[in-house]
């Protein structure tokens, strides 16, 4: 599949719309990225993130997976991750080594 300026617009939309309704975080250059998309606009009650998702889903010409299949998919929500390590400050910011 091509990237273009199209496609990539679509793909960051989507993605801060999944985040912002679905707390999901997805990167573009992950390998399954626009699968893991796909699948977790199925699971939106927005009807614009699912129009979305089939626009990507036409520029990709990828089948949409079944819906529910979203947090099997390896979609991780985002949570906070506890530092692990020593603190220390460095120029007034937090560094854990």
Do not use: H, W
């Amino acid at each position: 599949m091509e990237l273009n300026k199209a496609v990539l617009d679509c793909m960051q939309s989507l993605r801060r719309r999944l985040r912002e309704e679905m707390s999901i975080d997805i990167r573009l250059s992950q390998p399954d990225a626009i699968t893991a998309m796909l699948s977790a606009c199925l699971d939106s009650n927005n009807e614009e993130t699912r129009l979305l998702g089939q626009k990507l889903a036409g520029f990709s010409d990828t089948s949409l997976p079944a819906p529910g299949k979203a947090l099997q998919s390896g979609i991780v929500p985002i949570q906070p991750k506890e530092p692990t390590g020593s603190l220390r400050m460095y120029r007034g910011q937090r560094v854990y080594t």
